[in-house]
Nanobody, 124 residues
Framework: QLHLAESGGGSVQAGGSLRLSCAGSGISSPIYMAWFRQGPGNEREREGIAGISPSGREVTYGHSVKGRFTISRDGSENTAYLQMNSLKPEDTAIYYC????????????????WGRGTQVTISS
């Protein structure tokens, strides 16, 4: 069982930056990791925004964050980061870290392990 814990959320003004961290524990081998978010008024669906392979060599991004957000990970650890730049009010959401065994994906159904989320609020 992999336990994930997010940190780094907070409130910033539009145009600012935040860096989220996700610390994983419980599984020694690196697996696929990703970041999702759930914005206000969108309680039914989590938007996949960034994913990274176990090696860290492959990454993928959702259209809404491409060019502004960067996902990375610590070597062979199940620890991931999300650097968020040029933040916009529409980036306001609860951000979740996820990990899975299936493969590179931004489909929430492919991830077996989830953190509890961290709130990110962007003011205009």
């Amino acid at each position: 069982q992999l336990h994930l814990a997010e940190s780094g959320g907070g409130s910033v003004q539009a145009g600012g930056s935040l860096r989220l961290s996700c610390a994983g524990s419980g599984i020694s081998s690196p697996i696929y990791m990703a970041w999702f978010r759930q914005g206000p008024g969108n309680e039914r669906e989590r938007e996949g925004i960034a994913g990274i392979s176990p090696s860290g060599r492959e990454v993928t991004y959702g259209h809404s964050v491409k060019g502004r957000f960067t996902i990375s990970r610590d070597g062979s650890e199940n620890t991931a980061y999300l650097q968020m730049n040029s933040l916009k009010p529409e980036d306001t959401a609860i951000y979740y870290c996820a990990a899975g065994l299936t493969g590179m994906s931004l489909d929430s159904g492919n991830f077996q392990f989830w953190g509890r989320g961290t709130q990110v609020t962007i003011s205009s």
